[in-house]
């Protein structure tokens, strides 16, 4: 993610406009002619690595950065990495020539299981210690929304005995939950349902409900809509607790989540890495109360909770 930000701050110039004077998010999107929506998302991340500079509003580029990624820099190597940028794209062709169209369109298509398959892997190793920051507590009845193979909620179950849960995800994801789950000898205390959360009102009956890595795929207002459905589910008084990157407001750190916000950009119509105080404010629309930070955000690990009212 780093060297495409740094190929494209390069092959716009980003760094030798932003060398002189410190720039607005208009100022440059009305230089480029881009999206100055888009646009301020990929100079935040280029802040978030060092390589510029935000300041009230505006951005420019850091002064050690600045001899080297501008055009009048005194040790210029803004020509090479131009260069590499040329060669990136030669690069992105290598399956197609080494592969039929057939075998690329075969591996393309080929996506959910691997992905299902790489949020368990990253996961895995820091389901336990959410689990405990979440603090499950006398829940009796957990929601796991877009719950994938199940990760989370075998953390939840083997933190609290008492603790049942109900996995919601699409039809194709569910199968894989229920391998992992009797795997581990848990289906017995696991309802699997199969739906969509963007077109489907989601089970009721829960004291619990754990959102985790979904906020950053939608749009202000498709969070807004996820939390209301999502409070539909619970009982009143019963909790939500959202994991994601959690940005500070000035949106560059931590740096983890502002690249993040990046390949959100690039991968999904309105997703974004979100601020503490737009969660919190989504929630609020949503009908939650007592919103609250349990964890400040280092690698998706930022926690936020809410209340349904009693």
């Excluded at 100022?27 to 100079?43: F, K, P, T, Y």
């Excluded at 207002?221 to 019963?238: C, H, I, Q, S, Y």
């Excluded at 560059?252 to 974004?272: I, S, Y």
């Excluded at 955000?297 to 909770?305: K, S, V």
Aim: proline fraction near 6%; include cysteine; charged fraction near 20%.
């Amino acid at each position: 993610m780093e060297c495409r930000l740094l190929l494209t701050g390069a092959e716009l110039d980003l760094f030798t406009m932003l060398g002189a004077a410190p720039l607005a998010a208009d100022e440059v999107a009305n230089r480029l002619g881009g999206d100055q929506h888009a646009l301020c998302i990929l100079l935040d991340a280029l802040a978030a690595m060092g390589l510029l500079v935000k300041r009230d509003g505006t951005w420019q580029t850091e002064p050690s950065a600045a001899r080297l990624l501008t055009a009048s820099g005194p040790e210029s190597v803004l020509p090479m990495v131009r260069h590499n940028a040329h060669l990136w794209r030669r690069w992105g062709e290598l399956g197609g020539l080494v592969a039929s169209p057939a075998a690329l369109e075969k591996a393309a298509e080929d996506w959910l299981g691997p992905f299902i398959g790489a949020m368990h892997v990253v996961a895995e190793p820091n389901a336990a210690r959410i689990v405990s920051l979440v603090s499950p507590g006398a829940a009796r009845s957990l929601l796991d929304v877009g719950g994938a193979s199940g990760t989370y909620t075998l953390a939840f179950l083997r933190a609290s005995a008492e603790l049942k849960a109900t996995l919601f995800d699409r039809p194709p994801v569910v199968p894989m939950a229920r391998a992992r789950l009797e795997a581990a000898g848990m289906i017995d205390r696991v309802t699997l349902v199969a739906g969509d959360f963007y077109e489907d009102a989601l089970p009721k009956g829960h004291d619990l409900a754990f959102v985790s890595a979904i906020i950053h795929q939608n749009s202000p207002t498709e969070n807004v809509e996820l939390f209301r459905k999502v409070g539909d589910a619970l009982d009143p008084g019963g909790r939500i607790v959202i994991r994601d990157h959690v940005l500070t407001p000035d949106r560059t750190e931590p740096k983890a989540g502002a690249l993040f916000a990046v390949n959100m950009l690039v991968g999904r119509t309105g997703g974004n890495s979100y601020t503490q105080p737009e969660i919190e404010d989504a929630l609020k629309q949503a009908g939650f109360v007592r919103a609250r930070l349990l964890h400040p955000d280092t690698r998706m690990d930022g926690l936020i909770e809410a209340f349904k009212p009693s």
